[in-house]
């Protein structure tokens, strides 16, 4: 979604942090704890959120690294409550009103696990369902917790500047493109989308 798109969409929002800037780290906190704790996620999305607040960094207004290290602890703080429920409640779980409905959900989730083994609490930081049911999971089938917490707060430290930067991204790929050859640009964006399609490929595996 655009830049424009995202500020016309979340005017409000956006405005109250321009007039009060200090907001935007503990705002930030707030939706990367809501986006990586299970279940929760599930129920209210913030990425689009996120993406929005993002934008002020693209326009000088507040910090991207800031906000960063708000987003890192929140993502972090997010997945560790997920997996200490998972611990407490054990294979529990499952008879959880949610993830009782949705039993394709633990079973989809146990097949990751399988296949990435300890790779998973990475991977599933940027999948929306991933990010629902893997740290939970990780607790009640027993994961260690020097594992899980070196994937959580690694992928926490990728996800958080990954969810908040693609405006700034976007701001600097065009004043590049801008100024390139039109030989550069048309490299830059196979480049892109060849980029786009692996990583698309690599998830649906």
């Known amino acids: 979604m655009p830049e424009a798109s995202l500020e016309r969409l979340f005017a409000p929002l956006l405005d109250l942090v321009r007039a009060h800037g200090d907001w935007a780290g503990p705002l ?3 939706l990367s704890l809501i986006e990586s704790t299970a279940i929760i996620s599930a129920f ?11 934008s002020l960094a693209a326009a000088g207004i507040v910090s991207l690294v800031e906000l960063s290290l708000w987003g890192t602890a929140g993502a972090g703080l997010g997945y560790w409550l997920s997996f200490e429920i998972g611990v407490r409640y054990g294979h529990r779980i499952e008879s959880i009103g949610f993830l009782a409905r ?5 079973r989809k989730a146990h097949r990751f696990f399988e296949k990435w083994g300890g790779w998973a609490i990475i991977i599933s930081r940027f999948i929306p369902l991933g990010r629902a049911v893997v740290p939970l999971l990780a607790g009640a089938m027993g994961a260690r917790r020097l594992g899980f917490h070196l994937g959580n707060w690694v992928s ?4 958080a500047p990954v ?3 693609p405006a700034s991204i976007g701001v600097a790929l065009a004043d590049a493109m801008g100024s390139a050859s039109p030989q550069v640009r048309s ?3 196979i480049a892109l989308a060849v980029g786009v399609i692996l990583i698309v490929r690599s998830f649906r595996r």
Request: net charge neutral; charged share 5%.
């Open 156 to 159: 926490a430290a990728i996800w």
């Open 187 to 189: 490299l830059l964006l």
């Open 102 to 106: 949705r039993p394709d959900w633990l």
């Open 163 to 165: 969810m908040l930067a």
């Open 28 to 30: 930030v906190f707030l």
């Open 44 to 54: 209210l999305p913030s990425t689009l959120l996120l993406l929005a607040v993002g």
